[in-house]
Structures are given as C-alpha cells and as structure tokens.
C-alpha cells in the first residue's frame, strides 16, 4: 500500500478519525492554500496524534483498543510527514512551516519512529524525516530504519532517484564501519548521478577500503562519465594514497590533467 492508499483509503477506514484524517492532510499538502490554513491543519494532526497515543497507553498492551489508537496516532504523524513533500507557492512560508514541523515532530521523541518507518518506504522527499531520526533514534534504531530503506531502493534502476539520494547522504555522515561499503556497493547503481554521489562520498570520507573500487570504477568498460572519471583522479590526487599496485590501471587511463609517477598521483 502506498502512501495515498494509506492516507487517502480505498473506501474502507476507522470511522470518524480517518475521514477527518483524510481531510486534513489535503489541507495540509495544498501549496496554494494560505498558510495559516496549514498550520490550522498540522495542529489539528498533532492533537489527533497525541491524544490518540494517550489514550492508547492507557489500555493493555497488545489490546484491540489499544492497537487502533496507536494506528490512528501513528496515520495522523505520517499525514503530518507528507508535508515536507510538498513545495508551498511562497518559498519564505514553505522554509517557515517546514522548519516549524521539524522541531515539533523531533519533539515527540520515540512515537515517531514508526511513522517515519512508514513514511519513508513510499516517500519521495525522505531528508527532513531522516533529520527527525538523527534526532530522536538510537543507533540500533536509525540503522533498522536505514536498512529498511536500503531494501526499498537497492542500487537498480529508479525512475525517480530523489529518495535513494537523500538515504545515501543521511548514510554517508555517520561514523560507521558499514558506511564505507554501503558506498561501494551504489557504485553499481545505473544512474549516473547516484555512482557519482558515492564517489564523492567515498573521497570526502577518505575511505581507504575504497580504493580497489574507485580503481576498479576507472577500468570499467562501461563507465562513460567523464566528470566522474576526472572526480576519481582528482580525489586520488588530493588523498595521496600509494597507488602502485594499481599503477597499470592508473596509466591506462590518465589524462593530461594529471601527472603519474608510478605511486602518487598529482594534478597539472
């Protein structure tokens, strides 16, 4: 189920509390609408979100009551969510709202978990909630998130990268032995913007595991991106690694804006 399935229903729901759910998040992602319309709407999906968690600590756990407040809470903080998708007509109130909403949901603490869980698996614009998990999460906690993610968007094919992006750059600024070869492994995505990112990535953090895959990156037959070919030599340059063991892939492929003495690399 999708995003709009999941906040929009199909026909069915929980009543009441859904339909009005689904009201207020076509107010609350209308970018020509006034934006105290908006804000109207968010404060009304945090007091649905709120008090239905409430309410629902106060039954048993594992309780059919107690599950269907949680679910309408959790529906109402991933309808607030969808607002960071969507771009209001007014920048200055756009940068506003959302900055607003960041603080209020980062406040929430643990509950939001769950819906940036859901939230993430269909949305396309996923920084703003991955800001939300830095803040709150743990780190056993933000790695489920992230690795759920990396199965939504393993390095294939994707009309529509924006996600896969904005996982990739939460990744790549944490400390963490994993980072490095979650990199190498986009190095195989087939869009060329994404094999970029984790080059960059992979140079900036000074990934020295890296350098058979940057390597490697260089000598494939199929790699045709000449700013990302001249990205990896210009990053070997700067990080004056020792080279010679690659130094027959490195003379095969050297332009004139290196030079290659059979160890280090340096520009022109």
């Known amino acids: 189920m999708g995003l709009k ?38 404060e009304d999906l945090f007091k649905i979100g709120s008090q239905s968690w409430d309410k629902g600590q106060k039954h048993p756990e594992g309780s059919a009551e107690r599950h269907d407040l949680e679910e309408q809470s959790i529906e109402a903080y991933v309808a607030l969510l969808m607002r960071f998708t969507m771009n209001a007509s007014k920048s200055i109130d756009d940068e506003e709202e959302k900055g607003w909403l960041y603080k209020r949901l980062s406040a929430i603490g643990k509950p939001m978990l ?23 999460a743990n780190e056993a906690e933000e790695w489920e998130i992230l690795d759920s993610l990396l199965e939504v968007h393993p390095p294939i094919y994707e009309r529509d990268t924006s996600a896969k992006l904005q996982m990739l750059m939460h990744i790549k600024e944490i400390e963490d032995p994993r980072v490095g070869p979650i990199l ?63 130094a027959a892939v490195i003379r095969k492929h050297v332009g004139d804006e290196h030079r290659f003495d059979g160890k280090l690399l340096s520009r022109r």
């Open 184 to 246: 190498m492994k986009y190095l195989e995505d087939p869009d060329e913007g994404v094999r970029f990112f984790c080059i960059e990535a992979l140079i900036d953090n000074a990934e020295e595991q890296a350098l058979g895959a940057l390597i490697g990156q260089l000598d494939k037959p199929e790699e045709d991106s000449v700013r990302l070919r001249s990205r990896i030599f210009d990053g070997l340059s700067d990080l004056g690694w020792d080279l010679t063991e690659h």
């Open 114 to 136: 769950e819906p940036i869980k859901r939230f993430c698996k269909d949305a396309e614009g996923i920084a703003w909630a991955l800001r939300i998990v830095e803040d709150v």
């Open 5 to 42: 399935e999941m906040l929009f229903g199909s026909g069915g729901g929980k009543g009441r509390g859904k339909t009005r759910i689904d009201k207020l998040i076509k107010r609350v992602v209308n970018q020509y609408s006034q934006s105290v319309d908006r804000y109207g709407a968010m």
